[in-house]
């Protein structure tokens, strides 16, 4: 799984450290890990698209970023899900916005 730390912080993995704005992958013990999602809770990391995210819906969403913020919140939903993000109604419109860029973003 990809992860990109959003943090300001390092944030560690086993023997991988990412640092703040790097994108990585985390370790196969990692991946079904509480702490995992706790940093995703806390806005420490976004989970990035796993790779059967369908290359189209990638296209679309990269081309619908400027447009985000104008979407309801159940659009960005059904976007995360296209993307397989892990969005969900107890996540705000800027944190879904933010999940969106960052995936697409890495993409490139």
């Given amino acids: 799984m990809r992860i990109k730390n959003v943090s300001n912080k390092i944030i560690g993995f086993g023997t991988l ?12 013990d990692f991946e ?10 806390m806005d420490f990391i976004v989970k990035l698209l ?8 990638v296209k679309k969403a990269q081309e ?4 985000l913020s104008k979407k309801k919140k159940d659009e960005l939903l059904e976007i ?22 960052a995936a697409t973003t890495a993409q490139n």
């Fill in 17 to 28: 450290a990412v640092l703040p704005n790097e994108i990585a992958t985390v370790p196969k």
């Fill in 32 to 41: 079904d890990n509480d702490i995992l999602d706790t940093y995703v809770e």
């Fill in 50 to 57: 796993d790779t059967t995210a369908d290359p189209e819906e």
């Fill in 64 to 67: 619908g970023v400027a447009d």
């Fill in 80 to 101: 995360c899900a296209k993307l397989n993000l892990p969005g969900n109604q107890e996540n705000t419109k800027k944190e879904l916005c933010d999940m969106i860029i």
